[in-house]
């Protein structure tokens, strides 16, 4: 494309400039993650969507994404990684665009899909371009820092500004806000991004590929089943089934071939294996705490939208400063410290709204976002370590895998952590209490579904305490889910400590 320079022969000024037209890309991806969130009412209004229909159109984007991720970066690898990430904003943008002509739910669920193989195109792309521009480990290891903090910033960021956007315009300015981003991202790519690919790329295997984008989908569609309908939900296991035979066969294929698509020989190096799981144990904790703490704001204490975005920024500036500090902290304490101490910190921010959550307040909820932000903060260097312990020529495979620990990190905090604070909020709520007092079993299962159904059951019955039980059985159920989310942390932190060496060192990398 237009650039004449190579990752070789940039200068360190044209590396930070490349840096930030990712960061840019990222934050777009990350961002628009989140956005729609705030957009869902008012989309269901004007489309008339059914419960179904809305939850496709907030899977399909995460589901597309986690089954092609995989795939994307093998493509990257051997097609180039700047034209696949330009072809993939060039798509977000257009796509995005489309939506002034959407008048009906299931239109809403293609353009999504859509954007979610878009977003496979540039999210692991932006990891590998940081691999192969960054060939210093140091200043690689503050790149990755910066690709970090943006990450965190903008999945917090989404909310906030899909918060702001529909105080003045309609739900499809959520989706408008993407395109002067992919068109910025497209100009400044063209001239700022060196290309690079595999210079001996593996033969491409279609039957991996086949088996890797259906498993991917399963194995994220049966956690979300899992998380919405429970345990007894007969199609979530056939789906999870399906997920492991077909993972199984994907797994068998790439060990037993000397050039596979994605290989999961990486997982031999045990700082690898480490860098993975507290890449997947950070996203696990950050997308549980932006769930179950919005919904508190919102609900118990009545903030609007923007207001809940707003009382979240602790968590941002939280993981912002660690993120750009965690590379110097690592030189000086090693990144085994970084990584798993950050860990336990976010643990014992789980742990603080247990031990100080008695009454629930927001003062003590500001102590577990600045301490869950900071400590997800250290996923810079578990990002560091993940990429300096592979080659260049690597860089895809490192980054497929790392994005997909993210997106599982993602789908897993919110079923496992979301479904404990529904069995607590239940608990808590007790509502066969009420029984003799005109809640009828379909009212009982409303109730139970959620504390926006109790309020609702509370205003249509007019049954006295309803409402400051479900409130209170909702604060109780989050402090009780704080004990379960700490120890997983804490446990989690042990387990990337023995993992990764006391003698890794960031600033020794892989061969190129």
């Known amino acids: 494309m237009a650039q004449t320079f190579t990752e070789k022969t940039m200068t360190n000024k044209q590396r930070w400039t490349a840096l930030i037209v990712l960061s840019?890309?990222?934050?777009?991806?990350?961002?628009?993650?989140?956005?729609?969130?705030?957009?869902?009412?008012?989309?269901?209004?004007?489309?008339?969507?059914?419960?179904?229909?809305?939850?496709?159109?907030?899977?399909?984007y995460s589901l597309i994404l986690a089954g092609l991720i995989i795939t994307m970066s093998a493509v990257a690898d051997r097609w180039g990684r700047k034209r696949t990430l330009l072809t993939g904003f060039a798509i977000f943008g257009i796509i995005s665009l489309l939506v002034v002509f959407a008048e009906s739910a299931n239109y809403v669920i293609l353009l999504r899909a859509i954007l979610g193989a878009a977003g496979a195109m540039i999210m692991p792309t932006t990891l590998s371009m940081i691999r192969t521009i960054f060939v210093d480990a140091k200043q690689r290891a503050t790149a990755?820092?910066?690709?970090?903090?943006?990450?965190?910033?903008?999945?917090?960021?989404?909310?906030?500004?899909?918060?702001?956007?529909?105080?003045?315009?309609?739900?499809?300015?959520?989706?408008?806000?993407?395109?002067?981003?992919?068109?910025?991202?497209?100009?400044?790519?063209?001239?700022?991004l060196p290309e690079s690919r595999d210079k001996n790329p593996a033969r491409w295997d279609n039957v991996a590929a086949i088996l890797s984008v259906p498993g991917m989908v399963a194995l994220v569609w049966?956690?979300?089943?899992?998380?919405?309908?429970?345990?007894?939900?007969?199609?979530?296991?056939?789906?999870?089934?399906?997920?492991?035979?077909?993972?199984?066969?994907?797994?068998?294929?790439?060990?037993?071939?000397?050039?596979?698509?994605?290989?999961?020989?990486?997982?031999?190096n045990r700082s690898f294996t480490g860098g993975t799981i507290a890449a997947l144990i950070s996203m696990f904790a950050m997308a549980a705490l932006i769930l179950l703490i919005t919904q508190w704001l919102q609900v118990v204490q009545k903030l609007s939208p923007l207001q809940a975005g707003i009382y979240m920024l602790p968590m941002a500036f939280g993981s912002l400063i660690i993120s750009l500090m965690a590379p110097s902290?690592?030189?000086?304490?090693?990144?085994?410290?970084?990584?798993?101490?950050?860990?336990?910190?976010?643990?014992?921010?789980?742990?603080?709204?247990?031990?100080?959550?008695?009454?629930?307040?927001?003062?003590?909820?500001?102590?577990?976002?600045?301490?869950?932000?900071?400590?997800?903060?250290?996923l810079a260097i578990a990002s560091a370590i993940i990429m300096s312990s592979t080659s260049s020529d690597k860089a895809g495979n490192a980054a497929a895998i790392e994005e997909s620990m993210y997106d599982l990190g993602n789908v897993l905090g919110i079923s496992i952590l979301g479904s404990i604070s529904a069995l607590f909020y239940r608990h808590y709520l007790n509502i066969g209490s009420f029984s003799g007092e005109g809640v009828t079993d379909a009212l009982a299962e409303f109730a139970n579904e959620s504390v926006v159904g109790a309020l609702e059951v509370s205003a249509q019955t007019g049954i006295a305490g309803l409402a400051e039980r479900a409130t209170a059985a909702f604060s109780n159920s989050l402090v009780s889910t704080g004990l379960i989310g700490g120890v997983i942390l804490v446990a989690v932190s042990i387990v990337v400590f023995l993992l990764i060496p006391k003698s890794f060192d960031l600033s020794k990398q892989a061969h190129h």
Not at 25 to 44: H, K, N
Not at 349 to 375: K, N
């Open 144 to 192: 990755l820092a910066v690709w970090s903090a943006v990450s965190a910033v903008g999945a917090i960021i989404g909310p906030i500004v899909g918060g702001a956007l529909l105080e003045y315009f309609p739900w499809q300015s959520t989706f408008l806000v993407n395109v002067p981003f992919a068109a910025l991202s497209i100009a400044a790519g063209i001239f700022l």
């Open 329 to 378: 902290i690592a030189h000086r304490l090693g990144a085994r410290i970084v990584v798993a101490g950050g860990l336990a910190v976010a643990g014992l921010g789980f742990l603080s709204m247990y031990m100080l959550g008695d009454p629930l307040t927001y003062s003590r909820i500001v102590l577990a976002l600045v301490m869950i932000g900071a400590g997800t903060g250290s």
């Open 222 to 268: 049966s956690i979300k089943s899992f998380a919405k309908h429970g345990l007894g939900d007969v199609q979530a296991w056939l789906i999870l089934a399906a997920a492991i035979i077909l993972l199984a066969a994907f797994i068998m294929r790439c060990l037993k071939s000397e050039q596979p698509l994605l290989d999961l020989r990486l997982f031999k």
């Open 24 to 60: 840019v890309s990222l934050f777009v991806i990350m961002m628009d993650m989140t956005i729609l969130i705030m957009a869902l009412p008012e989309l269901v209004k004007d489309l008339g969507a059914t419960s179904t229909q809305q939850l496709w159109i907030v899977d399909i």
